[in-house]
């Protein structure tokens, strides 16, 4: 007897929530199958940077991390697999991960500050502090409560794959506004690298308000759809975390446009700053 081949079946997808190492490649397929995003967590951002330069001069691989940022559409080249083009409906990716002061320097090119990708990460440099023991740990109910949150995070309802439209409250959308009057005044003197971060930084709080409104949602009504309205007090919570971004961000751009002697020197008065202050 003669039977017909059954026909091919599309590989399983892979189901995920954040990556600790990942080819370009390797990244872009698992955005294409996870269309709520991914957190790529590294521990050294020096690999995932120094990795662009591996192919194609790092071209192909920085314009998916830059449609990342505003979870863009894009399509992923590739020379070999059985997939030439991935196709990315919703390139959401969040990076995350440090990196030394003196790597900084020569990771961060001058075409990486003009394309615009570096300008996208929020930087913050803590001052140093003496390190101490203790036999502080983390609470079960601390990492119980941590863990409900995401799990309520995730169950917000997504359907057919499109984002949830949320729009402000009338003191909301003032309060962002007199914010974006504040930031253009402050920014108006800043020069150099540390202006096009401020450029990105304008943005921040409408990012960190839905970040606000997400996790208060997740917090109380797990499993129901999203409120529709943001209110205020979200806004101006996350005004205040973006005032702090912005001033490390201006803090660290100097740093790390200093000489190694006045990078110490620097470094020297922020921790003797810290300890006063403490």
Known sequence: EEFD?????????????????????ALALCMAENPRGLLYAVDELTGMLGSLNRYHSGKSDESLYLSSHKASPHEHKRKTGD??????????????????????????????????????????MPPRVRRAWTENEISMQAELLYESLFEGLYAI??????????RLSPEAKAAFIEWHG?????????????????????????RLALLF??????????????GAVLEVHHMQAA??????????????????EQ????????????????????
Not at 182 to 206: F, N, Q, R, T, W
Not at 215 to 226: F, R, T, V
């Open 5 to 25: 081949e059954p026909p091919p079946t599309a590989p399983p997808s892979c189901p995920q929530r954040w990556l600790s190492d990942s080819t370009c490649e």
């Open 83 to 124: 997939r030439k083009t991935i196709s990315i409906d919703r390139a959401a990716l969040t990076i995350s991960g440090g990196i030394q002061p003196a790597l900084a320097r020569s990771e961060f090119t001058l075409e990486r500050r003009r394309s615009g990708m570096i300008p996208r990460f929020l930087m913050a």
């Open 157 to 166: 309802p997504l359907v057919d794959c499109e984002p949830v439209r949320v």
């Open 182 to 206: 504040e930031h253009a005044e402050h920014s108006s003197d800043v020069l150099g690298d540390a202006y096009a971060s401020m450029s990105k930084i304008e943005e921040l709080p409408a």
């Open 213 to 226: 409104h997400c996790i208060d949602h997740a917090a109380g009504h797990n499993g129901m759809p999203l």
């Open 239 to 256: 005004i205040e975390v973006a005032r702090w971004y912005r001033h490390e961000a201006q803090r660290t751009w100097t740093m790390l």
């Open 259 to 278: 000489s190694e002697q006045e990078f110490n020197a620097s470094v020297a008065v922020d921790s003797a700053a810290a300890r006063i202050l403490k």
